[in-house]
């Protein structure tokens, strides 16, 4: 559901700028969600799916409807009253809050001091360019791939001139694979908030188009903006969707997609454009072969299921500014999430079991009206409604295809 929140994401920000009176702006987000929820009921045959996408398209409209109307009638003083009324009208409540800042036992000039990006405006209508406010403190586990990614970005950033000296190429692609929910998109997030740097998102349905030569030019243009907006990630997620091993659809189409992205991966001069490219994939068996191999992809590291600790770490950041009692322990919660004959839990999975005590919990508040804190028996009915999402097969397949690579 990934496109899915990002078309959510931008009707938020049209709902943000609409409010503050920005009707231009407030209409480019809106119509930015509206291509993107299109686009998914165009590729799900699921009635559900499509009925939330048509309501989320229905409301879209509205909105620009409204949009519209104020840019003609009304004159700018009168706008920011008569848009709160829309907003109403339309039931759009908006969400969008100011980040809050990272508390920490020093100052927090970090928090502060992050550079807006400015992504040029050629680029604004298929990429989305951000500086995340998460950092690898707020990743649980996964240390060597924090290592790995810590010394791909930095090396590049603080070091160039030692690189130089030891005639040493950093690192100019990564692959991140493994089951879904393991965490490779926070963990690129997380990367480029680390090092304050704009992580650059792209996705299938953000480069292929049903225009001849346009996915092309979008390939293009997506590197274009990467080495304007230098030093950056630029992440593509879903990669085995863009390249991948068996064509799908119009196979020409599909081969000159794939031969501009390899030409512009050749293109990559190491160390200079200031910027490195992420991948991501759910299925790498599926990527084309031409795209794995050094020159191309310089690292594939296996994000997988949490180990103990990693889980451990998990409830405790999920858990943190909830009212806990006494009888939490969590190290019976690693207990009691660790791989059985069913499978293993994701990240994700851990995620929601806490969403889930913590939804018992407000129910707990709501129909006696006293604030009691968390209970150990909350986080394990939590349990039992979550099921284990990463099966043993699917490990199994994984760990097949790692030693099918040729290095």
Same mark, same amino acid.
């Given at each position: 559901?990934?496109?899915?929140?990002?078309?959510?994401?931008?009707?938020?920000?049209?709902? @943000?700028?609409?409010?503050?009176?920005?009707?231009? %702006?407030?209409?480019? @987000?809106?119509?930015?969600?509206?291509? +993107?929820?299109?686009?998914?009921?165009?590729?799900?045959?699921?009635?559900?799916?499509?009925?939330?996408?048509e309501v989320e398209i229905n409301n879209i409209d509205m909105l620009l409807s409204g949009l519209n109307e104020f840019s003609v009638r009304f004159p700018r003083a009168q706008k920011a009253q008569m848009l709160e009324k829309t907003i109403t009208k339309t039931?759009?409540?908006?969400?969008?809050?100011?980040?809050?800042?990272?508390?920490?036992?020093?100052? /927090?000039?970090?928090?502060? /001091?992050?550079?807006?990006?400015k992504i040029p405006e050629e680029y604004k209508k298929f990429l989305i360019a951000e500086i995340p406010d998460?950092?690898? *403190?707020?990743?649980?586990?996964?240390?060597?791939?924090?290592?790995?990614?810590?010394?791909a970005i930095e090396w590049q950033l603080k070091y160039p001139h030692l690189l130089k000296e030891l005639r040493l190429k950093p690192l100019k692609g990564i692959l991140l694979y493994g089951p879904p929910g393991t965490g490779k998109t926070y963990l690129v997030k997380a990367a480029a908030g680390e090092f304050n740097i704009p992580i650059i998102l792209a996705d299938p349905a953000t480069i292929t188009?049903?225009?001849? $030569?346009?996915?092309?030019?979008?390939?293009?243009?997506?590197?274009?903006?990467?080495?304007?907006?230098a030093p950056c990630i630029l992440?593509?997620?879903? +990669?085995?969707?863009?390249?991948?091993?068996?064509? /799908? $659809?119009?196979?020409?189409?599909?081969?000159?997609?794939?031969?501009?992205?390899?030409?512009?991966?050749?293109?990559?001069? /190491?160390?200079?454009?200031g910027f490195i490219i992420v991948f991501a994939t759910n299925e790498?068996? *599926? +990527?084309?072969?031409?795209? %794995?191999?050094? $020159?191309? +992809?310089?690292?594939?590291?296996?994000?997988?299921?949490?180990?103990?600790?990693?889980?451990?770490?998990?409830?405790?950041?999920?858990?943190? *500014?909830?009212?806990?009692?006494?009888?939490?322990d969590f190290d019976e919660l690693v207990e009691l999430t660790k791989p059985n004959e069913i499978g293993y839990y994701s990240a994700s999975g851990i995620a929601q079991i806490c969403n889930e005590a913590k939804k018992i919990l407000l129910r707990r508040w709501t129909s006696t009206g006293k604030k009691t804190p968390l209970t150990m028996s909350d986080l394990i009915e939590a349990i039992k409604r979550v099921p284990r999402s990463?099966?043993?097969?699917?490990?199994?397949? @994984?760990? *097949?295809?790692?030693?099918?690579?040729? @290095?």
């Amino acid at each position: 559901m990934f496109l899915y929140e990002r078309a959510l994401r931008f009707k938020r920000l049209a709902e @943000y700028e609409m409010r503050r009176g920005n009707i231009e %702006i407030a209409k480019r @987000y809106a119509l930015f969600a509206r291509e +993107i929820l299109e686009k998914l009921i165009n590729s799900t045959k699921d009635p559900i799916k499509r009925r939330i996408f048509e309501v989320e398209i229905n409301n879209i409209d509205m909105l620009l409807s409204g949009l519209n109307e104020f840019s003609v009638r009304f004159p700018r003083a009168q706008k920011a009253q008569m848009l709160e009324k829309t907003i109403t009208k339309t039931k759009i409540k908006s969400k969008i809050k100011e980040r809050p800042k990272r508390v920490s036992s020093k100052a /927090t000039p970090k928090a502060k /001091t992050r550079k807006q990006v400015k992504i040029p405006e050629e680029y604004k209508k298929f990429l989305i360019a951000e500086i995340p406010d998460i950092t690898f *403190n707020d990743v649980a586990g996964f240390e060597n791939i924090k290592q790995e990614l810590r010394e791909a970005i930095e090396w590049q950033l603080k070091y160039p001139h030692l690189l130089k000296e030891l005639r040493l190429k950093p690192l100019k692609g990564i692959l991140l694979y493994g089951p879904p929910g393991t965490g490779k998109t926070y963990l690129v997030k997380a990367a480029a908030g680390e090092f304050n740097i704009p992580i650059i998102l792209a996705d299938p349905a953000t480069i292929t188009s049903k225009w001849f $030569g346009e996915s092309e030019k979008i390939v293009s243009k997506m590197f274009e903006c990467a080495r304007k907006c230098a030093p950056c990630i630029l992440f593509v997620d879903e +990669i085995d969707k863009v390249l991948p091993r068996e064509a /799908t $659809g119009t196979s020409e189409a599909s081969k000159r997609i794939e031969a501009q992205f390899l030409q512009e991966m050749d293109g990559v001069k /190491t160390g200079e454009e200031g910027f490195i490219i992420v991948f991501a994939t759910n299925e790498p068996w *599926n +990527i084309s072969p031409a795209l %794995i191999r050094p $020159g191309r +992809i310089d690292r594939i590291i296996y994000v997988g299921p949490p180990d103990d600790e990693a889980r451990k770490e998990i409830f405790k950041i999920h858990l943190r *500014n909830i009212p806990l009692g006494e009888d939490i322990d969590f190290d019976e919660l690693v207990e009691l999430t660790k791989p059985n004959e069913i499978g293993y839990y994701s990240a994700s999975g851990i995620a929601q079991i806490c969403n889930e005590a913590k939804k018992i919990l407000l129910r707990r508040w709501t129909s006696t009206g006293k604030k009691t804190p968390l209970t150990m028996s909350d986080l394990i009915e939590a349990i039992k409604r979550v099921p284990r999402s990463v099966t043993h097969e699917m490990v199994k397949k @994984y760990e *097949n295809w790692a030693k099918s690579l040729s @290095y």
